[in-house]
């Protein structure tokens, strides 16, 4: 089934999510081959952007199409001439943000969930915790380390401001917005978290900068990987390059495909060692996760209905937890469909889980956007279905089998790339 067409104009619930080749990072402790990975593809999509967009543009001034929702072409974005400044790197200044926004933040996570008892002296004591949301570590551990451990590319870290292409804000948004809201402090009484007063005094800080003040955000970067984060503050920086999992709740006058990037989720499971096969992979379709789930997640209640009383599917209600992450990667690696519907936005983490699994993903969403469209093939790795068949009695298992194992194995082999 063809590949729904992309309407990046549209309104905002035709945005959306994101994949993720890269297993959780912890400071210091994990893998650093697969956190550069992660970095690279983060900074590649930013170099890709870069470079198609700013400076292809030759406009000076905002153009919208006409019904004024859809940002068409953005010029010197740097005052002076863009193109006397351009070289062959993109040169991006990461601020220097007070520790509240960055390791403060995972501080008070950690302290909120009793991973540490008190502040730390060093912040190299510090684990920044495994989610699907880890974009905004990846991008910070690695431009901190000023790009030494990875191979040279066409991003590049500036201690200048005045030499940089973009500015990054390396505010942790997603971890902030989960984090507990209470912990005991050391009078005995309680410290309250408050996200959205972290979201406001960002924006008081970054308001004072001059660079900032200079063009009101145009050249600035924030990941906002989950789809709450920076919710307060979004109008104040919907100027800026947003690295998002989606545009599901985003309005069409705060996002656009034309400016902004859509990031992998990191994935959650463990990636499959075997090589590419069907022999071992019995069921012909597996979901886990939640059943209920509300706006354009409707859709998952319909499928159980559907798909609980076939004999090769299996599909399970479960919610996030080491055990259900276990049944997951057991399901995913033996199973030659994975099916990925939309959550309560049109993204989820599982796309990538089934990507590591080699299980084909089965994608029911009809407003998705996908994380680097305009560089991968989809239609290679993925199967499209479109909502209203996929809710047919035995519409979708009929149509699954009908995919040779052949094709499959075609699926696996530009996985496994």
């Not at 959550?343 to 994608?363: E, K, M, Q, W």
């Amino acid at each position: 089934m063809s590949r729904p067409k992309s309407l990046a104009s549209s309104s905002s619930s035709q945005f959306s999510p994101s994949s993720s080749f890269s297993s959780m990072l912890r400071l210091g402790r994990n893998s650093m081959v697969k956190q550069t990975l992660f970095s690279l593809f983060l900074l590649l999509a930013l170099y890709l952007f870069f470079n198609t967009f700013f400076l292809s543009s030759s406009s000076s001034d905002v153009e919208y199409d006409s019904n004024n929702n859809k940002l068409a072409g953005v010029a010197s974005i740097i005052n002076g001439d863009f193109n006397s400044r351009r070289s062959n790197k993109v040169k991006i200044y990461m601020y220097d943000l007070p520790r509240e926004f960055t390791y403060g933040v995972i501080e008070s996570y950690a302290i909120a969930r009793g991973g540490i008892n008190a502040p730390v002296s060093d912040d190299s004591e510090l684990r920044y915790p495994g989610n699907q949301h880890s974009a905004e570590w990846y991008l910070f551990s690695d431009l901190i380390k000023g790009g030494i451990d990875r191979v040279d590319g066409d991003v590049v870290r500036v201690f200048e401001p005045e030499e940089a292409d973009l500015f990054y804000v390396p505010f942790f948004s997603s971890l902030s917005l989960v984090a507990n809201p209470t912990r005991a402090n050391s009078n005995g009484g309680n410290e309250v978290y408050s996200d959205e007063k972290m979201q406001v005094n960002l924006i008081g800080w970054l308001e004072e900068q001059v660079y900032w003040k200079r063009n009101n955000g145009w050249d600035h970067v924030f990941i906002c990987q989950d789809p709450n984060a920076l919710y307060k503050v979004i109008d104040k920086i919907k100027n800026g390059i947003l690295l998002v999992s989606d545009f599901g709740r985003l309005g069409s006058d705060q996002a656009s495909l034309v400016k902004d990037i859509i990031l992998p989720y990191s994935h959650r499971i463990n990636s499959f060692k075997g090589d590419i096969g069907v022999e071992d992979r019995k069921s012909l379709l597996f979901f886990m996760g939640n059943r209920y789930r509300k706006e354009g997640g409707k859709i998952r209640d319909l499928l159980f209905e559907i798909l609980e009383s076939e004999n090769d599917v299996v599909i399970k209600h479960g919610a996030q937890s080491r055990e259900s992450r276990r049944a997951a990667t057991q399901g995913m690696h033996t199973s030659k469909f994975c099916l990925h519907p939309a959550g309560d936005t049109p993204s989820a983490c599982r796309l990538f889980d089934a990507l590591v699994s080699l299980c084909v993903p089965v994608i029911i969403s009809d407003h998705i956007e996908l994380p680097f469209e305009d560089a991968i093939d989809y239609r290679k790795i993925a199967v499209f279905v479109d909502s209203v068949s996929a809710v047919k009695p035995g519409f979708l298992v009929n149509f699954l089998r009908t995919i040779t194992e052949d094709r499959i194995l075609e699926y696996q082999k530009e996985m496994k790339k």
